[in-house]
């Protein structure tokens, strides 16, 4: 099982360029979420999916938009590039069962990005 | 905020030594978990803990939880150069959000 795939690895834009960083699991997770890690701030959620046509708001969902078609693939699409933007994003997914408990998460590799 | 602090946040020991990590929060949980980071990689899930229970072990690590207390600590005994990562605790507190701490860098020298 290759998990969690997460393209590309790293990527620079402008600012107001737009991008779509690719997600995708094979483990037939319902539970699929972006997060973003910068500098001693630890990870934060940005948005979350529990199912297909599912998807919910986290903590800084400003400037993102996901959807989820399918159970294996929720891509993140950046809008408009902010260097405020410049991150290490996390893709991640579970075994989600239900109700509000996480359970553990499976984490991609990551995408590196600059914004310029 | 509901993210979880570790202390310290950074930790230096000789290989063979025992490493301990804290973590406290400040609301109620389902449960806790802890992952390692290696550098430039993604996080790896080491052990949940549910709020139900007060200690659990995998391996050569040893993880409790004082709900009384908010508070959480992760024990890596005999560590190994091959354990130097930054460890996260992550709190559920429901809604489907899990909330990561700023993590406790760990070196171990050989």
């Known amino acids: 099982n290759a998990g969690v795939t997460q393209t590309p690895k790293f990527q620079v834009l402008k600012t107001g360029q737009s991008m779509t960083l690719q997600c995708a699991q094979d483990?037939?997770?319902?539970?699929m979420s972006w997060y973003r890690q910068d500098p001693g701030m630890g990870l934060r959620l940005i948005h979350y999916?529990?199912?297909?046509?599912?998807?919910d708001q986290g903590e800084v969902p400003n400037g993102y938009n996901v959807s989820r078609s399918t159970t294996e693939d929720f891509p993140l699409r950046l809008l408009s590039a902010a260097p405020s933007q410049t991150s290490v994003y996390f893709c991640?997914?579970?075994?989600?069962?239900?109700?509000?408990?996480?359970?553990?998460?499976?984490f991609g590799s990551g995408t590196q990005l600059s914004v310029l | 905020s509901q993210q979880g602090e570790e202390d310290p946040q950074a930790l230096s020991i000789q290989e063979g030594e025992n490493a301990t990590m804290n973590c406290s929060y400040k609301?109620?949980?389902?449960?806790l978990q802890w992952y390692r980071q290696n550098s430039g990689r993604g996080l790896v899930h080491l052990i949940l803990?549910?709020?139900?229970?007060r200690e659990k072990h995998s391996g050569r690590l040893r993880v409790t939880l004082d709900t009384s207390k908010k508070s959480s600590s992760l024990l890596i005994t005999a560590s190994r150069a091959a354990d130097t990562a930054s460890y996260f605790c992550?709190?559920?507190?429901?809604?489907?959000?899990?909330?990561f701490g700023t993590g406790t860098r760990l070196t171990v020298i050989p």
């Open positions: 991640a997914s579970s075994a989600w069962t239900g109700g509000d408990t996480n359970e553990k998460l499976f």
């Open positions: 483990m037939n997770h319902e539970y």
């Open positions: 999916s529990v199912g297909a046509g599912i998807t």
């Open positions: 992550a709190t559920d507190g429901g809604a489907n959000n899990l909330f």
């Open positions: 609301t109620s949980i389902n449960n």
């Open positions: 803990i549910r709020s139900n229970e």
